[in-house]
């Protein structure tokens, strides 16, 4: 079955979402494509312990501010999963669950998105499909032979899938932090942290609204030609919410430097030392997840599509929104999406109607 739209967004997280709430002001027609049976992009896959890094007041999409969560500033995922719900169905936006897109590709005046609902022949395409689905992992000597547990962020839930086990945290940003303050003040848990180099926490009153605020001055001194200021990386690494406070302060959060090796049972430092470990826990990152528009040979490098602020350049029927800086400052948070998907929409209006 074959059916026409003005735009397809493939995506139905936040980013997909805040691309509807513009479309839908521009008066075009078009259909949000969302791979989860259930609305709440990554969020509903996030482990139990998880908040946000902003108050609710300032972690909200175009038109809706986000309710505060009873007894909490930070809000949990969950409560992130049940504002996605509600946005989406107050706006009526035309998201269809449960509906993964396989492929994008050229057909002369239209896009074609092959899904399992059937092929759409669009004007204009957006992907927001994040990077969740593309977790990484490093190549790290003997990783094929250890014998024990090893997972990704993506995977981690709490830490009672590790009662009395000896687990190794790798990674330096904020999912290792927060993973290990997670394991180690359980008590129960005996938590190793492991960093390509010496974790940098940024200063305890800077929350996710301040960094947007950063990455978004970073943007504009950019485009106005000044000098490159390192934006949010030149404040640090980690933001010390509570649970990553508390473990710092306890001093239950004293990252080791990366091993070198893991063995059968264990892990080797540089200096021939072990130690023994049930579990690894990659907190490695993602990588943008954009098999879909493989057909439309556009990756450059670092697997990045080039563009010109959300306009992929290879195509300019394509927009990509909330992969990171490179799709709009903070464009990957909550607080980011509303204004590259304001452009984006924006600019498929201006093409469609000229």
Not at 64 to 69: D, K, S, V
Request: aromatic share 8%; proline share 6%; glycine share 12%.
């Amino acid at each position: 079955m074959t059916q026409r739209t003005d735009v397809v967004v493939v995506g139905g997280g936040q980013a997909g979402l805040a691309a509807g709430y513009h479309l839908r002001r521009q008066g075009l027609d078009f259909v949000i494509l969302d791979a989860d049976a259930s609305p709440g992009g990554s969020w509903q896959h996030m482990w139990d312990s998880l908040h946000l890094f902003s108050p609710a007041e300032h972690s909200s999409l175009p038109g809706r501010l986000m309710p505060a969560q009873a007894g909490e500033t930070y809000p949990d995922a969950g409560h992130v999963v049940d504002y996605l719900a509600d946005y989406e169905k107050r706006y009526e936006l035309p998201v269809q669950h449960g509906d993964r897109v396989g492929a994008v590709r050229r057909d002369a005046a239209r896009l074609l998105v092959e899904a399992d609902s059937g092929t759409w022949r669009a004007r204009a395409v957006i992907s927001a499909t994040g990077t969740w689905t593309r977790p990484f992992l490093p190549t790290v000597p003997g990783r094929g032979l250890f014998t024990g547990r090893q997972l990704h962020t993506v995977n981690y839930r709490s830490p009672a899938d590790f009662a009395d086990q000896h687990v190794i945290v790798v990674g330096g940003g904020n999912s290792g932090a927060q993973i290990a303050a997670d394991l180690a003040l359980d008590g129960k848990v005996h938590v190793t942290w492991a960093t390509q180099r010496p974790p940098r926490f940024l200063s305890d009153d800077i929350d996710g609204r301040a960094l947007f605020d950063v990455a978004t001055a970073r943007r504009r001194a950019l485009d106005a030609g000044h000098t490159d200021t390192g934006g949010v990386a030149s404040l640090g690494d980690i933001v010390a919410v509570p649970p990553v406070r508390a473990a710092r302060n306890a001093g239950l959060l004293t990252a080791k430097p990366m091993f070198a090796q893991l063995t059968v049972s264990s892990v080797q430092w540089d200096d021939g030392s072990y130690a023994g470990a049930d579990a690894v826990i990659w907190c490695t990152g993602f990588r943008p997840a954009l098999s879909h528009l493989a057909p439309l040979h556009l990756r450059g490098p670092r697997g990045h599509i080039p563009t010109d602020g959300t306009r992929a350049l290879g195509e300019p029927r394509l927009h990509l929104l909330g992969y990171g800086d490179w799709t709009g400052p903070a464009s990957a948070t909550l607080i980011g999406a509303g204004r590259p998907a304001r452009d984006a929409a924006g600019e498929i209006a201006h093409l469609l109607h000229s």
